[in-house]
């Protein structure tokens, strides 16, 4: 009987063990951030509620609260949502040309078979500022293995913005973020709701994870080495690296 108690009181703690870990990494849709802005709103969800057979994620406790104060209606237009969806599959990184200055742009086909890391920041914004030094580890470290590194500024002036691109000494692309093709691409990947936010493109274009907080050198590459490792060998031998370039 005891013995039998103790195996019950292992296997709950190993499930508890289980489930606390998946639900960490779980990067799901904010049902209420979603169908305020729109877009399926892809991040890391810690919360959710069952209704019926159906499981909802939330970013935050505010946004499950305002669910739960009407779970038919949210749940309703969330379904709507995902519907309208389905041509652009949530979860994969959309189709863009961003200008870049002085002349040229940079789209997505640019970065065809990279893993992409893209970072939501501002000279104004400590954390981003924090975590700066990490990315541009990040971009040295890993771009000769397939990694390109993209920043979006939410700079409120070029000024500022070009001040911070040279004193920390990027060694990525850095776009404002207030042109109007970022703003475009920004509404379908699902906007920051603060900065920073970091995004990990596979690939294949697949956006895998989203941050919506500082992250820093060994975060990004626990997720990021895996996905170098998936599909590396195909890089063709006079791949240039991660470098972005240009078209
Ligand atoms: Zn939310």
Redesign the pocket.
Known sequence: MRNQDIRTGIIAFLLMLLVGSTAWADTEA?V??SVNQGVIHLEDCPLKERVGTETFY???RG?RDEFLSDPESWSRKFAALKIDTTQTEAGSLPDFRFPLEPIGSLSRADLEGKVVVINMWATWCAPCMAEMPDLIKLQEQLSNEGLAVLALSFDKTSEAHRKGIKDLGLNFVSIEANKPEVQNFLKQVGPPESIPVTLIVDREFKIVKRFNRPIDYQTLKDVVKPLLQKGGDEVSSNDEGGSIVPS
């Open positions: 904010c209420v951030c939330f970013c935050k946004c």
